[in-house]
């Protein structure tokens, strides 16, 4: 398997887009959470799995921003941000040489 070298810079298309979607999914967090019924607990349970869900896709983002510009990404690729803990490469049994 080869890697890429990270390039050192990033488009600005790129880069404006990726930022918009950032602050579009912080956005949304923000105004479901504003918005539920708190004292109906199956609002309260579908409100936190959708934040939890739109977090996971913002932090895959900004790891993938971190990654264009050369930087160090703070979980890794979209496997890392957005499969359940159980099924993500990090945690599955390491093979044996």
């Not at 880069?15 to 609002?43: C, E, P």
């Not at 939890?52 to 160090?72: C, F, K, S, V, Y």
Request: charged content about 20%; glycine content about 6%.
């Amino acid at each position: 398997m080869t890697t890429k070298k990270p390039q050192a810079t990033i488009p600005v298309d790129a880069l404006n887009s990726m930022l918009s979607s950032i602050a579009f999914t912080a956005a949304l967090i923000v105004d479901r959470a504003q918005h539920v019924d708190y004292g109906i607990i199956d609002a309260v349970s579908g409100a936190l799995l959708d934040a939890q869900e739109h977090a996971a896709r913002m932090g895959w983002l900004a790891d993938e921003a971190a990654r264009m510009i050369g930087r160090t990404p703070s979980r890794g690729g979209a496997d890392e941000w957005l499969l359940p803990t159980n099924l993500r490469p990090s945690n599955l049994p390491k093979e044996e040489a």
